[in-house]
C-alpha cells in the first residue's frame, strides 16, 4: 500500500533555533501534500497544502514565515519550522493522496508525525 | 464551510461489547467522509471512507458506519469490541472543491478505552 515517512519521529531543539521536518511519499508520486498540527489530546488542524513546484498554501492564522514549506519534488516535501518557541511544541503530520488523479474522494496516507519538544 | 462534530470525546466499553463512535456533518453539498485511526505517537489509518456509493460502508478490523443524509450521521460501530481497538477515532469529511487539493476536515476525536 501506499506509503508516507516522515522523518525526524521526534525532536528537541533550543528556543531560537529553527527545525526540519521531512515527508516522503515512498512509492507514489505526490503533486500535492498536506501537513496539520495536532495538540496535546485535541484533533488535527490543517496548517497548509504543499503544492510541487509551487506556493504553498496556508490555513488563515497559520505565519507563513514561521513555517517554510519546501516541495521540490513529487515525493518530498519539507516543512521548516524557523525560531522555534517553546508554543511551538507539538506532534506535527503530514499526509498525501496517492489514487491516480488524487481526486476528493481518495483517501489520505499518514506519515506517522514528528514529535517537536522546543526547550 | 464543511465540519463535523464528535459526540463524546471519550467512549469506554467492555471488551466483547458493542462500539458505536457517533459522528455529524454539515456539508452545503453531498459529502465524502472519513473514518481513521490514531494509535499513540503515530499517524492516522484509514478505516473506512463513504463516497457516495453505498450507505452502509465496511471497513478494516471489522468496523463500519453507516451514512444517513436525513440524520447529518456517519456513525462507527463494531459489533464486538477489542483491546487493541484502543486508540483515537477521527471522523472526516472532504471540502467540495474538485482535485489533489481537497482538504480533509477532521473532527475532535473520540478516545476509545477498552475495559478487560
Known amino acids: 500500500g501506499a506509503v508516507v515517512s516522515q522523518h525526524p519521529s521526534w525532536v528537541i531543539c533550543k528556543s531560537g533555533t529553527s527545525v526540519k521536518i521531512e515527508c516522503r511519499s515512498l512509492d507514489f508520486q505526490a503533486t500535492t501534500m498536506f501537513w496539520y498540527r495536532q495538540f496535546p489530546k485535541q484533533s488535527l488542524m490543517l496548517m497548509a497544502t504543499s503544492n510541487e513546484g509551487s506556493k504553498a498554501t496556508y490555513e488563515q492564522g497559520v505565519e507563513k514565515d514561521k513555517f517554510l514549506i519546501n516541495h521540490a519534488s513529487l515525493t518530498l516535501s519539507t516543512l521548516t519550522v524557523t525560531s522555534a518557541h517553546p508554543e511551538d511544541s507539538s506532534f506535527y503530520i503530514c499526509s498525501a493522496r496517492s489514487a491516480p488523479g488524487q481526486g476528493k474522494d481518495s483517501p489520505l496516507h499518514f506519515g506517522n508525525g514528528t514529535r517537536l519538544t522546543v526547550t | 464551510a464543511q465540519s463535523v462534530t464528535q459526540l463524546g470525546s471519550h467512549v469506554s466499553v467492555s471488551e466483547g461489547a458493542l462500539v458505536l463512535l457517533r459522528c455529524n456533518y454539515s456539508s452545503s453539498v453531498p459529502p465524502y467522509l472519513f473514518w481513521y485511526v490514531q494509535y499513540p505517537n503515530q499517524g492516522l489509518q484509514l478505516l473506512l471512507k463513504y463516497t457516495s456509493a453505498a450507505t452502509l460502508v465496511k471497513g478494516i478490523n471489522g468496523f463500519e458506519a453507516e451514512f444517513k443524509k436525513s440524520e447529518t450521521s456517519f456513525h462507527l460501530t463494531k459489533p464486538s469490541a477489542h483491546m487493541s481497538d484502543a486508540a483515537e477515532y477521527f471522523c472526516?469529511?472532504?471540502?467540495?472543491?474538485?482535485?489533489?487539493?481537497?482538504?480533509?476536515?477532521f473532527g475532535t476525536g473520540t478516545l476509545l478505552a477498552v475495559q478487560p
Open positions: 472526516a469529511v472532504s471540502s467540495n472543491y474538485g482535485g489533489a487539493t481537497n482538504k480533509l476536515i
